[in-house]
């Protein structure tokens, strides 16, 4: 399975953007997938996931702005993000897992820049 991060860019604080994650596979037979994000210095963060029933959770770090969906019939996950500040510039990957407790893919991450 590979998973392809898209929509990644520059854009001014307050403004929005919509990442996508393209998978090989049918994605309906993961247990869950996900966003993380890493920032210059920092380590790597759960930013939200949904699971195969189309549950969701978030960082309380994005949670009101940030909203993770899935169109399963494009084996597609997508990360709406709007009122983007500089917190949010990192490089963002897409992951998938088999099981709650592990992720099984990444993705090759997508970087977002916010400029404030």
């Known amino acids: 399975v590979q998973l392809q991060a898209s929509g990644g860019g520059l854009v001014q604080a307050g403004g929005s953007l919509r990442l996508s994650c393209a998978a090989s596979g049918t994605i309906g037979s993961f247990n869950r997938m996900g966003w993380f994000r890493q920032a210059p210095g920092k380590q790597r963060e759960l930013v939200a996931t949904?699971?195969?029933?189309?549950?969701?959770n978030y960082a309380d770090s994005v949670k009101g702005r940030f909203t993770i969906s899935r169109r399963n019939a494009k084996n597609t996950i997508d990360l709406q993000m709007n009122s983007l500040n500089a917190e949010d510039t990192a490089v963002y990957y897409c992951a998938a897992g088999w099981m709650s407790s592990h992720w099984n893919y990444w993705g090759q991450g997508t970087e977002v820049t916010v400029s404030s």
């Open positions: 949904i699971t195969s029933g189309g549950n969701t």
